[in-house]
């Protein structure tokens, strides 16, 4: 279960697409976002670990970690650009995914994430950046 309290102001993972894939962040910092997700439950027909879930983990560690930064300067952060390379399949256990930053600007951050099965091989590599706006009122 994710520890809520580290995901920064006004994020809750209840009712999210987080945890409807069983994404579990365990580690959150504008410097290194950690989380798990279960391979079963996000597979594609072949019974395959589906690249599009790869993309939802590397997204949401990106996002987390871009909040968090953004957060110090009253901003929010929005996601505005993914790409993803996957490099071998994964049928079974639990992935992890470690996001690092590339850059951690006045607008603008970049991560990179690498997702790693369960014998720590890599597999699939991404990268996110998100643009950082004005907090809308409220939030």
């Known amino acids: 279960m994710t520890d809520e309290s580290n995901l920064g102001p006004g994020m809750s993972v209840e009712g999210t697409l987080l945890q409807l894939m069983g994404i579990v962040v365990s580690e959150a910092s504008p410097e290194r976002v950690v989380a798990t997700m279960p391979v079963k439950g996000n597979t594609q027909p072949y019974g ?13 560690l990106g996002s987390i970690g871009s909040a968090l930064h953004a957060a110090a300067s009253g901003k929010v952060a929005v996601g505005v650009d993914i790409n993803a390379t996957h490099h071998r399949a994964v049928r079974d256990g639990v992935v992890t995914g470690v996001a690092t930053p590339i850059y951690l600007g006045r607008t603008t951050t970049s991560y990179e994430v690498v997702v790693t099965d369960d014998r720590d091989k890599r597999v699939c590599t991404a990268r996110i950046t998100c643009q950082l706006i004005q907090a809308p009122p409220g939030s």
């Open 48 to 60: 395959l670990l589906h690249g599009g879930a790869s993309c939802v983990l590397a997204e949401s």
